[in-house]
């Protein structure tokens, strides 16, 4: 192993051991709290531009499965073809794997996919670091020899690499439309209900494959689009808007689209989920703003506004709704029950609906699946 160290914005030092690609990089240092599912998160769009911190100090012992795609097309294990994050920060990489699905190693995956690997950190200051400043840019550096001495970040990281300057969504959303059939295998019960499937709408902001797996499980053919194509000149009986990385004020565009959507006298159902959420909102009329440190986990909490149900949900997101900028005619939805942030949003009349957390997990806990069939049923 190569040395090569982690070095924060505001010039902390992390010496550690290359275990991935020897290369340098940079991007926006965050960190995750769940125990597994590294090969579902690397493979997330919506860490792209990040350099993700894995809390959980044992990483790499069950390998990494598959990568390739199914015959759907989408991937068989992973939530997109490739891996989105900037490079992977761990405490204890283990190069011993064992796993009944597993077909090669992490560090070989991490090598072919030219993305850096740092291990020997200690990932538990890292994190107190990022929760007490707030997320910061940093930068990975091999070198020979690592010194912890105070750097000027300055001169380490282009300008042009500030996390919030730039369009993630444009740079991991589909270039062309694309359309998932489902077989009547997938739901035979639902293909005895409708005559004719019911056709959704999805506006890739960076999709996670496993939200269009639960889509055409349920019998919906699903239309997916690039970010700013304009979907409301197809025909379609709902509209889905997915997850994605970065801020959602740089994707007006999309936000356009939505708001003729919502205007338009012919109401159709809308689901949102994570940055779906945050562009639902603000095509509303809401705003956003961006969190300390985010919610990447498998345990956040959040309750139903106006119940006493909650539940575990997964989370990967740095922005958040300002519920107290939403229009009249909209509530919310769901509430996280550690900051109090918005988690979800509602028409109060309209079949609108979103989600800031992951219904569809992959990975994690699987509690909010259900709101995908409330979605199927507003599609009538």
């Given at each position: ?286 705003t956003t703003y961006k969190l300390k440190y985010g919610h990447r986990s498998h345990n956040q909490p959040v309750q139903q506004v106006g119940t006493t149900r909650c539940f575990i949900t997964s989370q990967n997101h740095g922005y958040a709704v300002d519920d107290k900028t939403l229009p009249a005619d909209w509530e919310p939805l769901f509430v996280n029950m550690n900051d109090g942030s918005n988690e979800g949003i509602r028409h109060k009349r309209n079949p ?29």
């Amino acid at each position: 192993m190569r040395q090569a160290r982690l070095i924060l914005e505001d010039g902390t030092t992390f010496c550690g051991w290359s275990f991935g690609f020897d290369g340098n990089t940079s991007g926006e240092v965050v960190f995750n709290t769940a125990m597994s599912g590294y090969p579902e998160s690397l493979t997330d769009p919506s860490y792209a531009g990040q350099i993700l911190v894995t809390t959980f100090p044992l990483i790499g012992n069950y390998g990494v499965p598959d990568t390739g795609n199914g015959a759907d097309g989408l991937p068989l294990f992973m939530e997109s073809d490739r891996i989105h994050a900037k490079a992977l920060v761990v405490a204890d990489y283990s190069e011993t794997y064992s796993h009944w699905n597993a077909k090669e190693s992490l560090a070989s995956w991490l090598k072919r996919e030219q993305v850096p690997g740092i291990t020997g950190i200690d990932t538990r200051r890292l994190t107190k670091v990022l929760r007490e400043h707030g997320v910061m840019m940093g930068r990975i550096e091999m070198s020979g020899e690592c010194r912890v001495e105070s750097v000027e970040f300055a001169t380490a990281l282009p300008e042009k690499e500030d996390y919030g300057s730039i369009n993630w969504v444009e740079k991991v959303s589909c270039k062309e439309v694309i359309t998932y059939k489902p077989t009547a295998a997938a739901n035979s019960t639902l293909y005895t209900l409708y005559s004719t499937l019911p056709r959704v709408v999805l506006v890739d902001c960076g999709v996670k494959a496993n939200i269009i797996r639960c889509l055409i499980r349920r019998g919906i053919e699903v239309v997916r689009v690039p970010w700013d194509y304009d979907f409301n000149e197809l025909e379609f009986d709902g509209l889905f808007l997915a997850n994605g990385p970065g801020d959602p004020e740089r994707c007006e565009k999309t936000v356009a689209h939505i708001r003729t959507f919502l205007n338009n006298p012919e109401v159709k159902p809308c689901m949102g989920i994570c940055l779906g959420n945050q562009l639902l909102a603000r095509a509303a009329g809401a705003t956003t703003y961006k969190l300390k440190y985010g919610h990447r986990s498998h345990n956040q909490p959040v309750q139903q506004v106006g119940t006493t149900r909650c539940f575990i949900t997964s989370q990967n997101h740095g922005y958040a709704v300002d519920d107290k900028t939403l229009p009249a005619d909209w509530e919310p939805l769901f509430v996280n029950m550690n900051d109090g942030s918005n988690e979800g949003i509602r028409h109060k009349r309209n079949p609108w609906m979103s989600a800031q957390f992951h219904p569809e997990a992959c990975s994690g806990p699987v509690d909010t699946e259900f709101l995908f069939d409330e979605f199927v049923k507003m599609l009538g």
